[in-house]
């Protein structure tokens, strides 16, 4: 059987690890995962999750998408240096206001976000262009085609994976090469625990009253409330993700959270860009009173792109 060589980033927790076990227990044995960390550490829930697909159809290896040799190294170990798939799933948050955040924190986000995917596509990307084959996937963010209150960092990460992303896809169509960008809205992870602890510690001193007002009392006050009312779980978008790649055309950008995407179509639906940032104005400022109608509106407002209902009706390639 030939096989698909998947690699995978960010596989000690969350998505990475639910993408691994999913795609190694595809049902018709497509793929072989290589799933990657960069702290070998780190793999007992990965080799607790993987059960009998150890070994056979899920391999991990370690690879830190912020150091280029641990990308060479992990590469050439591959069979034959090749990879058919690639997962760029590795990723860190970062919230607050930005005169309270070093530059250290905010090229730490930068480099791990959008160089760690630089960096693997400088080294994947020439052999994938001499075979005319290969899928890049790149779990992005509905942050990365609009920006929300106190990610600043964060949002300018994704968007630069999205640019990035959209300038190469004409150059990797070329090629019979496949981009899809897949967009999350939140996901009950590590990520939200890691970002709600780190910006509770956040040392508001250098923030003025009412920014550090806004941060306390609006945007952390509600964090726990938007991921319990809108998040999805890792294996949602392991599955959303799964029927991606084994699709005869996957889509360039992919929306896994239905209950999200009228939220992302107000910045399509104003070309002057004022819709979206009056409405995302009206559920902080005004939140007391339209918050939770808000999220109720989000809720009567589901509906599904074509796409994703393409998506979750394709039965045939699972
Ligand atoms: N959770 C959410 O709400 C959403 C998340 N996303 C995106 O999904 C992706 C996965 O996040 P999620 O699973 O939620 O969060 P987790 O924190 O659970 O997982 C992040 C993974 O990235 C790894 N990682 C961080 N830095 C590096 C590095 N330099 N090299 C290799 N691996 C690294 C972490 O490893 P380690 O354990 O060593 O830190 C961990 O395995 C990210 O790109 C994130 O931006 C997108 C939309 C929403
Ligand atoms: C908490 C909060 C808000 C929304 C937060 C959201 C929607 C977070 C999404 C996180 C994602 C998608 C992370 C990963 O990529 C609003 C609406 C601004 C109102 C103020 C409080």
Sequence with gaps: MNQKIVLITGCSSGIGLALAVRIAKDEKKRFIVYATMRNLGKAEALVEAAGRTLGRTLVI??????NEDSIKACVASLPDGKLDILISNAG????????????????????????????????ILPDMKKRKSGHIVVISSVMGIQGILFNDIYAASKFAVEG?????????????????????????????????EEGMKTDL??????TADMFTNIYMKNFKQIYESLGQTPEDIAEHTHKIITMDNPPFRHQTNTLYTPM?????????????IDTFYKMVFEHDKVFNA???FLKLLRWRTRKSFAIDKDKSNS
Excluded: W
């Design 61 to 66: 290896k370690q690879l830190d998408v912020c």
């Design 92 to 123: 860190m948050g970062l919230v607050g206001p930005i005169e309270c955040q070093s530059m250290e924190e905010m090229k730490a986000v930068m480099d791990t976000n959008f160089f760690g995917l630089v960096r693997l596509l400088k080294e």
């Design 164 to 196: 990035f992303c959209e300038s190469m896809a004409v150059q990797a169509m070329r090629f019979n090469l496949n981009i899809s960008l897949i967009e999350p809205g939140p996901v009950v992870t590590e990520f939200e625990h890691k970002v709600y």
């Design 205 to 210: 001193s250098k923030a003025d009253k009412v």
């Design 264 to 276: 992302t179509t107000l910045k399509y639906a104003d070309p002057s860009g004022d819709l979206p």
């Design 294 to 296: 808000s999220l109720n």
